[in-house]
């Protein structure tokens, strides 16, 4: 076989692993959306979901937490307008952006989280809520990644 092709192979792969890569974090969701949409009720005391437009799609407007439209692949903390806790704001610094594995294990317990994967025993988390079911919050992910024809 020819050196020239095995090596223009052999480049074309390292050149396309990082869009293989992309695509896999960009995968579907696991959960179910509709089973989702009956355990939002549980978020929506401080969540909403509202288009770029401002229509509401799922919630009552609530203002405490922020608007979880587009949420799947958003820099954490980073929601405008929105005055979030300085430990998420310093996660999303670091480029972490929110897939379903990061919101399922977040929601179980939000201040574990941080202070995991920011290594900081002092970092805090504005919510308190607690969804200690994974299926729950992966049926809370799926219901919303349906709500943004983006995903």
């Not at 020819?2 to 090596?7: Q, Y």
């Not at 979030?84 to 989280?113: C, H, M, Q, R």
């Not at 805090?124 to 729950?136: A, I, N, Q, V, Y």
């Not at 992966?138 to 983006?150: E, G």
């Amino acid at each position: 076989m020819n050196l020239k092709l095995v090596i223009a192979a052999v480049l074309t792969a390292f050149v396309a692993f990082p869009a293989l890569a992309q695509d896999a974090t960009a995968a579907a969701p696991t959960g179910d959306a509709e089973a989702g949409a009956k355990v939002f009720a549980k978020c929506q005391t401080c969540h909403v979901v509202a288009n770029d437009a401002g229509e509401t799609l799922a919630g009552k407007n609530a203002k405490t937490g922020p608007n979880l439209y587009g949420l799947a692949g958003r820099a954490a903390g980073t929601y405008p307008e929105f005055k979030y806790g300085e430990s998420i704001v310093a996660l999303g610094a670091t480029g972490f952006v929110w897939d379903e594995a990061s919101f399922v294990e977040y929601v179980a317990d939000p201040a574990k989280f941080l202070k995991a994967k920011l290594d900081d025993k002092g970092a805090k988390s504005k919510m308190s809520f607690k969804l200690g079911k994974e299926e729950d919050a992966k049926n809370v992910w799926a219901f919303l990644v349906s709500l943004d024809p983006q995903t």
